[in-house]
């Protein structure tokens, strides 16, 4: 674990979204921490709406809120769906006209060309995505978790605007290796079995992808009525999430 010193810090931005049923009520939260040490968590939530489009509301309503402070800016999010999608995914997307390699409209593109537009606007300070685990200490995804989390389920929550030196949580405690995870291969030479494609959980109506069994054995241990499975193969992850009720783009 690496902490960022004050004198080399960006801008640093937690986010996270949830959704009770998926679709069903959500929420979104963010947490900014500014170079001159101050520190603004953000929230909001829906009626009706779904995991990914709550991931992607979060970074945009930071941004929103970040349009007129210039500067670096690092965002900490654990989903893999956002920080494809926009450093990926998009741009194939743009040239098909917003429809996949199916021909099947883009899912969500309203809320992608926000987030787009957020990134451009900030030119040469645009955003650097990092990919962290969920739901393994990690100060800052734990409480975006949090409040998003609360605003889903309608619940009261203080949030904290203030200075750095007296937020309770150590905000600026990050992991060295934030690169998005590789997957692993789907075979393997010299006769051996090959190794899982990934472990898959769910829990709360989310689904997540794990490199390794324990990581998804310390995302579901505890947790009621969470699922989890070993998938062999891209198509038998999507079966699986199916099965579930999820689809392989809400990763």
């Known amino acids: ?39 603004r968590e953000l929230g909001g939530g829906a009626a009706h709406t779904t995991n990914n489009q709550m991931e992607l509301t979060a970074p945009i309503e930071a941004l929103t809120h970040l349009q007129r402070t210039p500067g670096a800016v690092a965002i900490y999010t654990d989903s893999t769906y956002v920080i494809r999608g926009i450093r990926e995914w998009i741009w194939a997307w743009r040239k098909r006209n917003w429809k996949t390699a199916g021909g099947i409209d883009v899912l969500n593109r309203e809320l992608w060309e926000q987030l787009a537009a957020r990134v451009a606007a900030r030119g040469k300070d645009a955003p650097q995505w990092h990919w962290v685990h969920g739901h393994v200490g990690i100060a800052g995804n734990e409480r975006a978790d949090e409040i998003a989390n609360a605003f889903a389920l309608r619940r009261h929550e203080d949030l904290y605007n203030g200075p750095l030196i007296r937020y309770p949580l150590p905000i600026l405690d990050v992991p060295d290796d934030t690169s998005v995870p590789r997957r692993p291969p789907g075979s393997s030479s010299g006769g051996k079995k090959a190794p899982p494609y990934a472990y898959l959980s769910v829990v709360d109506g989310k689904p997540m992808r794990h490199a390794t069994w324990a990581e998804c054995e310390r995302r579901v241990k505890g947790r009621s009525g969470a699922r989890f499975k070993k998938a062999m193969s891209e198509a038998d992850e999507a079966t699986i999430l199916r099965a579930w009720g999820c689809r392989p783009e809400d990763l």
């Open 1 to 39: 674990m690496a902490i960022i010193e004050p004198y080399e810090q960006p801008i640093v931005v937690f986010t996270d979204g949830a959704a009770k049923g998926n679709p069903g009520p959500g929420g979104w939260g963010a947490i900014i921490v500014t170079p001159d040490g101050h520190v």
